[in-house]
T-cell receptor, first 112, second 113 residues
Framework: AQSVTQLDSHVSVSEGTPVLLRCNYSSSYSPSLFWYVQHPNKGLQLLLKYTSAATLVKGINGFEAEFKKSETSFHLTKPSAHMSDAAEYFCPIIQGAQKLVFGQGTRLTINP | DTGVSQNPRHKITKRGQNVTFRCDPISEHNRLYWYRQTLGQGPEFLTYFQNEAQLEKSRLLSDRFSAERPKGSFSTLEIQRTEQGDSAMYLC???????????FGSGTRLTVV
């Protein structure tokens, strides 16, 4: 079955510095992968998606992610962190062609 | 397109009571999903509808839980005889095709006291 592992439960960066949130996946076929952001007490907002097209995917708010099949990874990056980026981030995968399956998430803290 | 709407936003109930939540998906989306999220965890899949047909239910969905989507439009999730362990955020999402990603609502936070 398809699954994801978010390698860091918590990442802390300073405002203006790069962000890297790591996600590894397990899939027996070409996966569909997503990144979502969740601000406190809010629903989840789609940042970007990978569905077998370009391996470098650009999303909203300056985020992008690179799909690397050889490393089974789909890490999320942003060149310069902003205070408003502080949130929980998830990289779910489609399982069984029907539903998103989530990992534990990564909490991103931005220091002023 | 006003997004996915969930009501109520918050619900506090006494243990043993029944509660019902409502989800209004994006009108052109044929798929609707319910997830449960507890503090510090990722969302867990509960159930999934395509149009009015409930196609999959998680083992998390005990016999106290029931979901409906009459006429393939809005959906309701009912929990009977609530327990403290049911306290969580209940998220609804909708999509047109599964590879397009889901649009999530803001959720209903349930507190069972």
């Amino acid at each position: 079955a398809q699954s994801v592992t978010q390698l860091d439960s918590h990442v802390s960066v300073s405002e203006g510095t790069p962000v890297l949130l790591r996600c590894n996946y397990s899939s027996s076929y070409s996966p569909s992968l997503f990144w979502y952001v969740q601000h406190p007490n809010k629903g989840l907002q789609l940042l970007l998606k990978y569905t077998s097209a370009a391996t470098l995917v650009k999303g909203i708010n300056g985020f992008e992610a690179e799909f690397k099949k050889s490393e089974t990874s789909f890490h999320l990056t942003k060149p310069s962190a902003h205070m408003s980026d502080a949130a929980e981030y998830f990289c779910p995968i489609i399982q069984g062609a029907q539903k998103l399956v989530f990992g534990q998430g990564t909490r991103l803290t931005i220091n002023p | 397109d006003t997004g996915v709407s969930q009501n109520p936003r918050h619900k506090i109930t006494k243990r043993g009571q029944n509660v019902t939540f409502r989800c209004d998906p994006i009108s052109e989306h044929n798929r609707l999903y319910w997830y449960r999220q507890t503090l510090g965890q990722g969302p867990e899949f509960l159930t999934y509808f395509q149009n009015e047909a409930q196609l999959e239910k998680s083992r998390l969905l005990s016999d106290r839980f029931s979901a409906e989507r009459p006429k393939g439009s809005f959906s309701t999730l009912e929990i009977q005889r609530t327990e403290q362990g049911d306290s969580a955020m209940y998220l609804c999402a909708s999509s047109w095709g599964q590879r397009e990603g889901y649009t999530f609502g803001s959720g209903t936070r349930l507190t069972v006291v």
